[in-house]
T-cell receptor, first 107, second 114 residues
């Protein structure tokens, strides 16, 4: 079965602290994984995709096929990072989303 | 540059009423989908479409109907609203599949069923 698991509903960190939002997936085949973000009062938008190996707004995510994980990391959190983060799996014409993690960055 | 447009933004329904949530995209995307967002449950797929005339069920399709007569439009119909359908509904469109795909979302419709 195709599934995305985000174990943390809420993650609170202080400004300047490192951040890691966890994501594990279940998928038979080569997965296409993404992180989407929803800032307050804004629509959901793509943050990054695993294939690009890019860093967006200081965030990176590495696909670990052995551990079936795609954790999102940032070395130094900023207050503007506070948002809802969703890990997603692209599974043949549709997306499977995790339950989301709300990140709160405290001043 | 409209992207994905959903109407209405807010709606209150009485139990048993029916209504249609509208979704339109102007990016000529093949794939469109509907999700509901509930606290603690994330985004759950209701129905999706891979092109005009082709739709399929997602994870939580019961109580909802869809059709795709054009590439641009993908309306979601609630047949007989129930309080359990109180949620925020998101429409999304995407192009291609695989490594270069990206989903674009509407701003959401907040539905309350009383």
């Amino acid at each position: 079965a195709q599934r995305v698991t985000q174990p943390e509903k809420l993650l609170s960190v202080f400004k300047g602290a490192p951040v890691e939002l966890k994501c594990n997936y279940s998928y038979s085949g080569s997965p296409e994984l993404f992180w989407y973000v929803q800032y307050s009062r804004q629509r959901l938008q793509l943050l990054l995709r695993h294939i690009s190996r890019e860093s967006i707004k200081g965030f990176t995510a590495d696909l670990n096929k052995g551990e079936t994980s795609f954790h999102l990391k940032k070395p130094f959190a900023q207050e503007e990072d506070s948002a809802m983060y969703y890990c997603a799996l692209e599974g043949t014409y549709k997306y499977i989303f995790g339950t989301g993690t709300r990140l709160k960055v405290l001043a | 540059n409209a992207g994905v447009t959903q109407t209405p933004k807010f709606q209150v329904l009485k139990t048993g009423q029916s209504m249609t949530l509208q979704c339109a995209q102007d990016m000529n995307h093949e794939y469109m989908s509907w999700y509901r967002q509930d606290p603690g449950m994330g985004l759950r797929l209701i129905h999706y479409s891979v092109g005009a005339g082709i739709t399929d069920q997602g994870e939580v399709p019961n109580g909802y109907n869809v059709s795709r007569s054009t590439t641009e439009d993908f309306p979601l119909r609630l047949l007989s609203a129930a309080p359990s359908q109180t949620s925020v509904y998101f429409c999304a469109s995407s192009y291609g599949t695989g490594e270069r795909t990206e989903a674009f979302f509407g701003q959401g419709t907040r539905l309350t069923v009383v």
